[in-house]
């Protein structure tokens, strides 16, 4: 690849896309690295987590969509370091070298000091852990079908969700239909739609970025799919038979995280100053302080804009990705640098169910079908390819009359 200033980004999510494709007239050749060889398109996960849809329909491989970027290579290997005094990246025992250098690696869950809850309470990050979730809840239908205590079938047939954020509420909803509708007459000696779905929150109400009336709604609409919500209470133990949570005691077999989350380690490996979340902590244009030509983008970095985090959003890494593209752009071109980053915000929106949404543009707030309907064509608006649009679009449609759900397949290996 010649002489040409080489650009390394680390992990292919959302904000590495847009600043690889930002990049593509640049006089620049650039890699990214991922560990897995394809883009997880995230924001549909719960779907797999709950038979919606499966795998392949929301993850793209990395190489096919860099593969006309002729000054882009992709690179699969997990990064364990980064040598900053040599400028290279280290990714299982190879050295890359770079001159410039992007870490967009994302997050993971996090238990708030409670490590141990991750074996019973699996969090949704990636495929793998949809696959599992899919896995424990099909499994405990199949279970409960098979118990003869009627006390061990309740605990087989109540699930908890803990964390009342746009994920949980609708893996919630999403279990709710999958019990009452999908299962309902697939089973001899249980009824599916007897299950108990439990959302947790601690905080006073589910959907905190939306507006209360929103939130409000939101809970209206679960509880009529049959989801019983508890808000302002933590949870403070988490095992095998269930969540305790203030002085009560929820009896579980099946329980859900989706209450926290923690930046990649990605500030350990350059030594720079990162918030309690792990989050590097960035300057206007996005670069990491006295960090020569180093970037940190997406849900691993801080941004801070009027006082207030930019947040963990997949519109807040694009734009992110398109901004450092553009830093980067202009610094190997000698032109002057782009006014520091500024994130537009465009609003928030959460599903609840097959058919049921709620959406806060600002200028804006819908509930309901329409609604709904919106948030379908925005996220298949903003799937990678048009093979997995055409055949989400079909899933959703087939569900929306069928009720079905049919990536009902347990291929994970049982946690019993
Ligand atoms: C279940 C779920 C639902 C969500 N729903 C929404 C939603 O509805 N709307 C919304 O706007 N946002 C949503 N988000 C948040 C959104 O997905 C993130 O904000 C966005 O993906 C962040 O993009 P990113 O580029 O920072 O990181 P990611 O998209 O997380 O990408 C990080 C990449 O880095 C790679 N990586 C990490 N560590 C390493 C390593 N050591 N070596 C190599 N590669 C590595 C990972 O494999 C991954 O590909 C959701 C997130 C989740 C988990």
Known sequence: MGERPQLVIVGAGFGCLFAAQRLADSPIDLTVIDRHNYHLFQPLLYQVAT?????????????????????????????????????????????????????????????????????????????????????????AFERAEAETDPEKRRGLLSFAVVGGGPTGVELAGALAELARRALSRDFRRIDPRGARIVLLEAGPRILPAFPEKLSAIAQRSLEKLGVEVRTGEAVTACDDSGVSVGEDRIAARTILWAAGVAASPAATWIGAEADRAGRIKVNPDLSVPWKQRIFAIGDTALVMQDSRPVPAVAPAAKQQGRYVAQVIDSAVRAKSAPPPFRY???????????????????????????????????????????????VVSIHWLWAYFTFQRGARLITAPRKD
Do not use: M
């Open 51 to 139: 038979a919606g849809l499966s795998s392949a329909e929301i993850a793209w491989p990395v190489r096919s969509i860099l593969r006309r970027q002729a000054n882009a290579a992709v690179l699969l290997g997990e990064v364990s370091g980064i040598d900053t005094q040599a400028r290279e990246v280290i990714v299982e025992g190879r050295r890359l070298r770079y001159d410039w250098l992007v870490l967009a690696t994302g997050a993971r869950h996090a238990y708030f000091g409670h490590d141990e809850w991750e074996k019973t309470a699996p969090g949704l990050k990636r495929i793998e852990d949809a696959t599992d979730i899919r896995a424990r809840v099909l499994t």
């Open 344 to 390: 537009r915000d465009y609003g928030n929106l959460a599903t609840i169910g097959r058919k049921f949404a709620v959406i806060d543009f600002g200028w804006i707030r819908l509930s309901g079908f329409t609604a709904w309907l919106l948030w379908c064509v925005a996220h298949i608006y903003y799937l990678i390819g048009v093979r997995n649009r055409i």
